[in-house]
């Protein structure tokens, strides 16, 4: 924790914009801190019954559906939360005024304790901090998780100040590119970048964006931090060359000079010219190129924080994966049925469908965040036997199948995930895999990705 940190908000003026998980957690952050909380989200009150209810017995004022613009303009500060867009026009008046603006992540670092490892990437984030927190947990090893993927860091900061909990040894938190926008003196001891591809397009004006955002997670490290990157991600690469810490790599493809690599189907530890054999591939529960990366980085995570080769082997031998991210649902007359809702862009897509290694029936669609569907075509042409699509983005998904010449290949238009799974199921031969792999976001048919994967597993255990 950063001395006098605790007392640096007493009394300030704060505005919290974006009153979701985050957001609401940085407010009782902020309150306990000593701060005048003031609360504001674009949404009408009509969809936030609950929190006015709740801001109300805080004492704490609120404003809803565009109003109070005065509470960018008289605050000392502004905390955003990661759905909110730092470019947002709401922030126009505040900026001009010089008025701070930071990440709820950055409000909270200065209050962590622990050495703090911040995963991030387009793809496979919740699997490795998951795996690499499994690793640290079974070599007794005091750890907890957080970040885009489970618990705020507002919260684990605000048990911190109460000593709600134990002190943990590390941190390894899920960082999205939304959540680092907004970042000045966010620190992780260890940052990790795994991947980058086109995503979120419907946020950032260009993909160049897009990557300097996910690029903030090394802008306040120190030359004895670490930093860890996917040397066969060539944008990942390239971020290299600008990191100040200690930096290591992981690659499948070619051997490292330091960090982890895969050498005769073996993975290799390398660090100051000691190398260290970890598993054969063959060993790993999970299975595809993509997991095999995922597997990569949550071992050299592991091994950095103090983890022995037995209970890193051991975890890669039995980890199954996380909900939602390739789960089996059932089998069903020989069918199996995969959950992948957690797949919202087309690189998590393909991923699933090279390492299924049957035929598929994919099940695709939602909302659209400004993707280029023509880079599934490649993928859908070798591994699957019918496509069926769903949502607002169906119409173009499929468009963007038949302009890349798929045409061999049936694909169908239904109204809802429960008819979609129907003709699936009709669709499907023994022996063959449904997956559920949406590309898209969730919002146009479900609250999230958890409840569109809930949904789908309702539906095909209903299956009579």
């Known amino acids: 924790m950063i001395p006098n940190a605790e007392s640096a908000l007493k009394g300030k003026h704060v505005t919290v914009l974006g009153l979701a998980r985050s957001g609401r957690m940085a407010i009782e952050l902020l309150t306990w801190l000593g701060a ?10 009509s969809e936030m019954a609950g929190t006015a209810e709740q801001l109300m017995h805080q004492g704490i004022p609120f404003y809803f ?17 990661p759905g909110v867009p730092l470019t947002s026009q709401l922030l126009d008046d505040a900026r001009c005024a010089g008025i701070p603006i930071i990440a709820e ?20 984030k919740s699997t490795t901090v998951t795996m690499a927190g499994e690793m640290l947990d ?18 684990i900061a605000l048990d911190c100040l109460r000593g709600n909990s134990p002190t943990v040894d590390y941190l390894i938190v899920e960082l999205s ?16 970048v795994l991947n980058i591809t086109n995503d979120h397009m419907d946020r950032y004006l260009t993909f160049d964006e897009y990557v300097l955002a996910k690029a903030r997670i090394f802008r306040s490290q120190k030359k004895w931090d670490y930093s860890l990157i996917n040397q066969d991600d060539l944008v990942v690469r390239n971020l290299g060359s600008g990191v100040l810490s200690s930096l290591l ?55 950095l924080c103090g983890c022995s080769v037995d209970v890193i082997r051991h975890v890669l031998q039995t980890f199954s994966g996380i909900e939602h991210a390739c789960e089996y649902v059932r089998d069903r007359h020989g069918v ?68 890349a010449g798929v045409s061999e290949i049936p694909v169908h238009l239904e109204s809802s995930l429960e008819s979609a799974i129907q003709l699936a199921r009709s669709e499907a031969d023994s022996g063959d895999v ?23 597993k309702e539906c095909v255990h209903a299956l009579s």
Request: charged share 20%; aromatic share 8%; glycine share 8%.
């Open 177 to 192: 590119s939304f959540q680092l926008e907004a970042v000045d003196t966010f620190s992780p001891w260890l940052a990790v």
């Open 249 to 303: 790599t992981f690659s499948r493809q070619h051997v490292v000079d330091s960090g982890m690599y895969v050498d005769r189907d073996y993975l290799m530890w390398r660090v100051n010219s000691r190398t260290v054999e970890i598993c054969p591939l063959s060993e790993l529960r999970l299975q595809g190129d993509h997991n095999v990366a995922n597997a990569m980085a949550a071992a050299a995570i592991a091994l």
């Open 434 to 456: 449904v997956l559920f792999s949406p590309v898209c976001a969730s919002f146009d048919m479900f609250q999230d990705y958890q409840d569109r994967g809930n949904r789908f």
């Open 36 to 45: 005048h909380v003031t609360a504001v989200d674009v949404k009408p009150r």
């Open 65 to 81: 559906g565009g109003e109070g613009n005065a509470a960018f303009t008289t605050a000392d500060l502004i905390v955003i939360s």
């Open 105 to 124: 992540i950055e409000l909270a670092f200065p209050y962590l304790k622990g050495r703090l490892v911040g995963v991030t990437g387009t793809n496979g």
């Open 336 to 403: 199996t049925f995969i959950n992948d809702s957690k797949a919202t862009n087309v690189a998590s897509t393909i991923g699933a469908l090279e390492s299924i290694g049957r035929p598929i029936v994919l099940i695709a669609g939602g909302r659209d965040k400004g993707t280029d569907f023509s880079a599934l075509a490649q993928a859908v042409r070798l591994y699957v036997k019918a496509v069926i699509l769903i949502g607002e983005s169906s119409f173009k998904i499929r468009k963007s199948l038949e302009n």
């Open 138 to 155: 079974q070599a007794g090893i005091s750890v907890r998780l957080g970040g885009n993927f489970g618990t705020p860091l507002s919260l």
